[in-house]
């Protein structure tokens, strides 16, 4: 942290353009930070709705010696496909949640652009 490695003196003597730049980077950087810990947010949402999903659609057997499928489907078919439907709009929607948010990040941020997909 160079900044308090300075004088008392040099800081007060400081041009105003110095002091700004000194916070403004300090500003942006905590909103970088925000915009990534945003992103990262809505990624980690969308995999507990894969998961979600991913629970709902195997329709494997529940073990190898009785070929009984014992999900939702069989129980609650309206329920199942009702669960499905929200299940991929929340998706679709997480997804442009995603992408919106990274289209921010590139646009106030352009020097430090990276693909956090």
Same mark, same amino acid.
């Given at each position: 942290?160079?900044?308090?490695?300075?004088?008392?003196? +040099?800081?007060?003597?400081? %041009?105003?353009?110095? !002091?700004?730049?000194?916070?403004?980077?300090? !500003?942006?950087? $905590?909103?970088?930070?925000? $915009?990534?810990?945003?992103? &990262?947010?809505? *990624?980690?949402?969308?995999?507990?709705? *894969?998961?979600?999903?991913?629970?709902?659609? &195997?329709?494997?057997?529940?073990? +190898?010696?009785?070929?009984?499928?014992?999900? *939702?489907?069989?129980?609650?078919?309206?329920?199942? !496909?009702?669960?499905?439907?929200?299940?991929?709009?929340?998706?679709?929607?997480?997804?442009?949640?995603?992408?919106?948010?990274?289209?921010?990040?590139?646009?106030?941020?352009? +020097?430090?652009?990276?693909?956090? %997909?």
């Amino acid at each position: 942290m160079a900044n308090e490695k300075q004088s008392l003196l +040099s800081k007060m003597t400081g %041009s105003n353009a110095e !002091v700004l730049a000194g916070r403004a980077g300090i !500003v942006n950087e $905590q909103a970088r930070l925000a $915009q990534v810990r945003l992103i &990262d947010k809505h *990624k980690g949402e969308l995999n507990i709705l *894969k998961l979600r999903f991913n629970d709902l659609t &195997d329709l494997a057997p529940t073990n +190898s010696t009785a070929l009984k499928i014992e999900t *939702k489907l069989t129980t609650d078919p309206d329920g199942w !496909v009702a669960e499905i439907h929200e299940l991929q709009l929340a998706m679709a929607l997480k997804e442009d949640d995603i992408a919106i948010a990274q289209a921010t990040y590139d646009e106030w941020f352009p +020097s430090e652009t990276i693909t956090l %997909s």
